[in-house]
């Protein structure tokens, strides 16, 4: 009779520890959440996090609170998520540094797997722009402009060391092996800016940030780095389009989540993110700016990131890319 007591407590207990997960999920959310930004207010990701916040509270019936954690190129506001409570109330609005911190920083932390993918959100493609007095209206012809330049190269603004622009400097390079002398600076507004003065030549940021700029007539848009044209600005020829496919990253925001996270929330997140990003409210705040939403599933986006560390880090690894 023991034993049978014992067995019947056994099976009870492997029952519990199965349905707790799926409580928790069914109870979640019974307050706001969080979504950290790791970086300063009114830039792409943080605009991407403002409005994939609305669209998901308006899904759970819960507020989702924007929370901006910014510092030493996302890692201040990842770490602080990575070592957060799992319990469905503080994400991640993860950037393109959540895959190539690790690869060019030394002593990271915390570790990749201390954040769990929940869904890719939204693209802002990078878009190469030059100085208008630049005499190349697109890549090919600002490749050829380049190697007149010889030794001195073509001065390229990055706003720091493994930026999105870094590596879509490092890709330029290695796809055409013209001389680009990388100018770092602290954020892509400023680079944008010393562009627009007349300072550097040349640089790549998120669309929002230069699409405005472009149609002032400030900046001359070469070539956009995403897998295709984009929605709200078709004019601009991809790169792979001009011949070099290569060249390709975009400014990218995804949710992600501490480790331990129960994967019934993290899938309950994951459908009230699609659901919102799919409302026609969603796609007219990101669409216009020149943001592309990117729904899909938390296997799309695992996907995505694994493949994402593998190709950037043989471009970190080939040009010898380095944390500052």
């Given at each position: 009779m023991k034993i049978i007591r014992l067995l019947q407590l056994?099976?009870?207990?492997?029952?519990?520890?199965?349905?707790?997960p799926f409580a928790q999920a069914d109870a979640w959310p019974d307050h706001a959440i969080r979504f950290i930004v790791p970086f300063a207010p009114g830039g792409a990701n943080d605009l991407i996090a403002r409005v994939a916040a609305d669209g998901v509270a308006k899904q759970l019936g819960k507020p989702v609170i924007i929370e901006n954690k910014p510092g030493?190129?996302?890692?201040?506001?990842?770490?602080?998520?990575?070592?957060?409570?799992?319990?469905?109330?503080?994400?991640?609005?993860?950037?393109?540094?959540?895959?190539?911190?690790?690869?060019?920083?030394?002593?990271m932390p915390y570790a990749d797997s201390d954040l769990v993918p929940v869904g890719l959100i939204a693209v802002a493609p990078s878009v190469i722009v030059v100085n208008p007095s630049v005499p190349a209206s697109n890549l090919k012809e600002f490749i050829a402009w380049?190697?007149?330049?010889?030794?001195?190269?073509?001065?390229?603004?990055?706003?720091?060391?493994?930026?999105?622009?870094?590596?879509?400097?490092?890709?330029?390079?290695d796809a055409t092996g013209?001389?680009?002398?990388?100018?770092?600076?602290?954020?892509?507004s400023e680079s944008v800016n010393a562009v627009i003065g007349g300072q550097v030549s040349a640089t790549s940021e998120a669309s929002i940030v230069v699409i405005p700029q472009i149609k002032a007539g400030k900046l001359k848009a070469i070539a956009t780095t995403y897998g295709k044209r984009i929605s709200s600005y078709p004019s601009i020829p991809t790169a792979a389009e001009q011949?070099?496919?290569?060249?390709?990253?975009?400014?990218?925001a995804g949710l992600l989540a501490p480790k331990g996270t129960p994967q019934a929330i993290i899938e309950k997140m994951n459908a009230a993110l699609q659901k919102g990003l799919k409302t026609a409210e969603?796609?007219?705040?990101?669409?216009?700016?020149?943001?592309?939403?990117?729904?899909?599933?938390?296997?799309?986006?695992?996907?995505?990131?694994?493949?994402?560390?593998?190709?950037?880090?043989k471009v970190a690894k080939k040009s010898g890319m380095h944390a500052e």
């Open positions: 056994l099976a009870l207990s492997t029952a519990c520890a199965t349905w707790v030493a190129g996302a890692i201040v506001g990842a770490e602080y998520v990575a070592h957060a409570k799992p319990d469905g109330y503080t994400f991640l609005i993860g950037a393109a540094g959540v895959v190539t911190n690790s690869l060019i920083t030394p002593k380049a190697k007149t330049k010889g030794d001195a190269g073509v001065d390229f603004a990055t706003a720091g060391s493994g930026s999105t622009p870094h590596f879509v400097e490092e890709m330029l390079k013209v001389k680009l002398v990388i100018v770092p600076y602290k954020s892509g011949g070099y496919p290569s060249v390709l990253i975009g400014h990218w969603t796609r007219g705040r990101l669409v216009p700016s020149g943001i592309e939403p990117e729904p899909g599933s938390v296997a799309d986006f695992a996907k995505f990131i694994a493949s994402e560390r593998d190709r950037l880090g």
